[in-house]
C-alpha cells in the first residue's frame, strides 16, 4: 500500500521554495551506501514509503529492505539498505525516516493491545482519530500492527453516536430512519447506557457499540442482545483494561490512542 502524492507532498514540504541548499554544497556527489537503522525494539511499517521518498529524488536508488512491514525487529537491527547520489539520498533522508517513525508507532502500538488480548475472540480496531491528511498511513499502521481498520470516512457507515441523539432527541426514530435510509450501508448505533439499548432492541441493523460502559454493564449488554448484533466496545480503553473488556464477549474494541497518541519510533540513517 502506497500513496505517491502524499510522498510528494511531503517531499515538497522539505524542499520549498530552494531546494536542499546545504547538500547542494557538497562537491563530490558520489554514490554512497547507506543503512536505516532501528533504534528501538518495535514493529516496521512503512518501508514501500520510505522507498518512494528515496526514488522520488532519484529513480536510480536502489532501495533493498532487510525485514518486512508487520515484522518485529529489535534494536539496532538494519531494516533497509540504500544506494545512490549523496545529494538524492541525503534530499530524501528525513522524509523518509519521518514515513518510518510514524507508520512504525502506529504498528508497535496496536501490536502492544492485539498481545493483550492474545486468546481471545475478539479484535482490535482503530477510529477516525488521526491526523489531518495522514489517515491513509495511520490506519496502514494499525494494519501492520494486527488491528482493523474502522470506517474510513463519514460515507463508510452509518454510525449514530451520541450527539447525533442529543440533536435528535429520540434514538429510536433515528435508528429507525437510518434504516429506511441505509442505502446499502452498515449501520452502527452507539449506546452508553441500558436503557437506550432496550429502547431499539427489536430493531434490525449490524452493530451495537458499547461507549464508555462498565464492564458490568458491558456483559448485560451483550446478554440482553443475545448475537442478534455484532459488538464494539469503546472509550477508556487502555492496556491496563483492555483483557478485561475482551472477556466481556465484546468482539471489537476500538482504540483511540492507537493513532492519536501512539509514540513515534527512532530510526537513523548511517552512511
Same mark, same amino acid.
Not at 526514488?55 to 532501495?63: A, N, R, T, V
Not at 512491514?69 to 539496532?76: E, Y
Not at 449490524?206 to 457499540?209: A, D, E, G, P, S
Not at 456483559?219 to 443475545?226: A, D, F, H, P
Given at each position: 500500500m502506497i500513496n505517491k502524492n502524499l510522498v510528494k507532498q511531503a517531499i515538497s514540504e522539505d524542499l520549498r521554495p530552494l531546494g536542499d541548499i546545504t547538500s547542494q554544497l557538497l562537491k563530490n556527489n558520489k554514490r554512497i551506501k547507506a543503512k536505516i537503522i532501528s533504534n528501538e525494539n518495535c514493529i516496521i511499517g512503512g518501508l514501500n514509503f520510505a522507498k518512494e521518498a528515496f526514488?522520488?529524488?532519484?529513480?536510480?536508488? %536502489?532501495?533493498k529492505t532487510k525485514t518486512k512491514?508487520?515484522?518485529? *525487529?529489535?534494536?539496532?537491527? *538494519?531494516i533497509a539498505i540504500v544506494k545512490g547520489k549523496a545529494r538524492a539520498i541525503l534530499k530524501s533522508e528525513r522524509v523518509a525516516l519521518n514515513f518510518l517513525s510514524l507508520i512504525s508507532g502506529v504498528a508497535t502500538t496496536t501490536r502492544k493491545f492485539v498481545d493483550k488480548i492474545k486468546g481471545k475472540k475478539c479484535k %482490535? +480496531? +482503530?477510529?477516525?482519530k488521526t491526523a489531518p491528511n495522514l489517515r491513509i498511513i495511520q490506519k496502514y499502521g494499525v494494519k501492520m500492527g494486527g488491528g482493523l481498520n474502522h470506517r474510513f470516512n463519514l460515507s463508510d457507515e452509518i454510525l449514530i453516536k451520541d450527539n447525533h441523539i442529543a440533536v435528535d432527541g429520540? %434514538?429510536?426514530?433515528?435508528? #429507525? !430512519?437510518?434504516? #429506511?435510509? !441505509?442505502?446499502?450501508? #452498515? %449501520?452502527? *448505533?452507539? *449506546?452508553?447506557?441500558?436503557?437506550?439499548?432496550k429502547k431499539i432492541l427489536d430493531l434490525k441493523f449490524?452493530?451495537?457499540?458499547f461507549d464508555n460502559m462498565s464492564i458490568k454493564n458491558l456483559?448485560?449488554?451483550?446478554?440482553?442482545?443475545?448475537n442478534k448484533y455484532e459488538t464494539e466496545a469503546s472509550g477508556g480503553v487502555s492496556l491496563n483494561n483492555v483483557r478485561k473488556i475482551a472477556a466481556t464477549g465484546v468482539k471489537r474494541i476500538s482504540v483511540g490512542q492507537i493513532t492519536h497518541s501512539a509514540p513515534s519510533i527512532n530510526f537513523n540513517l548511517k552512511i
Open positions: 526514488k522520488y529524488s532519484d529513480k536510480k536508488i %536502489i532501495f512491514d508487520g515484522n518485529k *525487529v529489535k534494536k539496532g537491527k *538494519v %482490535i +480496531c +482503530c477510529t477516525r429520540n %434514538i429510536r426514530k433515528l435508528v #429507525k !430512519r437510518a434504516i #429506511k435510509n !441505509r442505502k446499502g450501508k #452498515k %449501520i452502527t *448505533v452507539e *449506546v452508553d447506557n441500558l436503557n437506550q439499548l449490524n452493530r451495537l457499540l456483559r448485560k449488554g451483550i446478554k440482553l442482545i443475545k
